[in-house]
């Protein structure tokens, strides 16, 4: 098993267990997610981080039935959703799960309007639903603009996108997500096309959004700055695996897994501007040549016999921070 982030609080909206997935025929499948563990409790934020190529967007697509139909992949493991298991529900009843169960956000929210609609359009039909008449879809509309703080929400309608401003149009976005009201919201990199600004004002919207509606979040990032300003807690993931997870406050001053320490030493200092971010040494292993041992032994100053040969387990403390590692950092190591 690999180190699996439990939310402390009760009963979880969203319980991923033991998700796997294999790329390619069986005869040389190639394993890209392995045994990865999660849960999420309503108005909770789980930042899901690491380097590019980890597997990160292969999880959440996979959670949400989402990899590309062309992709010959094996997905294992569940995924339960209030108690329904989505990775056997039949394909006819995802839609609606999709709408207000859980949902995801697009990547650019810059882009994701269409040009051709106006506002009052696009937001309606993310309004739509058996039983709300024209009428009512219209005055919803209204109602969601005026929570995302857009002022003037009923000319706001009339007019296109391009009449907006940036800022006003990722609000737009943020509430056609949000007006089905998702118990799970899932954030893809959602902020690396915008500028540092405006990414601050779309997660601060986010953060919002959440406070009112109590949904769930898993934002996915290979930012830890941006986990420490809006997660509660973390999952640190290395070659499909979970490696590490807790509180975000624990985590980030007190890293036990070899990988974090390295992540975290790889942010610019906040005080400097560098020419080029600090890069961790070596590279991931390449999907299939993995083998049963900790993967970030290759890159990892403490790296032992044991280490190359068995994989290690996720061993949990009583603040529920899991590490997976034979030998962990000393708790409160700076260093
Ligand atoms: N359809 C596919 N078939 C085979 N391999 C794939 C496929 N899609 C992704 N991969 C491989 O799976 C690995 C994980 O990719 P993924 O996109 O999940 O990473 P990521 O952590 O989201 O990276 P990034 O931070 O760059 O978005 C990569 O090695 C990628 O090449
Ligand atoms: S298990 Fe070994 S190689 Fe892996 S992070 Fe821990 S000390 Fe380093
Ligand atoms: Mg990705």
Known sequence: MTASPRSPQATPVLQVDGLSVDFG??????????????????????????????????????????????VSARVSGTVKLNGDDLLRLPEKALPAVR????????????????????????LEECLDGPGVSPARRRELAIEQ?????????ERRLNQF????????????????VTARSPRVLIADEPTTALDATVQVQYLDMLKSL?????????????????????????????????????????VLRSPRHWYTRALIDSLP?????????????????????????????PRCPAAHDKCRTDIPPAVTDTDGHVVACWTPREQGSGQ
């Open 25 to 70: 025929r069986a005869d040389d499948a190639v394993r890209i997610v392995d045994e990865v563990s999660f849960s999420l409790a309503a108005g909770e934020t789980l930042g899901l981080v690491g380097e590019s190529g980890c597997g990160k967007s292969t999880t959440v697509l996979a959670l949400l039935r989402l990899l590309p139909p062309r």
């Open 99 to 122: 709408g207000r169960g859980i949902t995801m956000i697009p990547q650019n929210p810059m882009t994701s309007l269409n040009p051709l609609f106006t506002i009052g359009r696009q």
């Open 145 to 153: 603009l005026r929570a995302v703080g857009i002022s003037e929400p």
């Open 161 to 176: 996108p391009h009449e907006l401003s940036g800022g006003m149009r990722q609000r737009v976005v943020g509430a056609c």
């Open 210 to 250: 959440q406070a009112r509606s109590g949904m769930a979040m898993l934002f996915v990032t290979h930012d830890i700055g941006v986990v420490a300003r809006i997660c509660d807690r973390i999952a640190v993931m290395y070659a499909g695996r979970i490696v590490e997870s807790g509180k975000v406050d624990t």
């Open 269 to 297: 200092p906040l005080d400097r501007q560098l020419d080029r971010l600090p890069t961790i040494a070596g590279t991931l292993p390449r999907p299939g040549t993995i083998t049963e041992a900790c993967r970030f032994a």
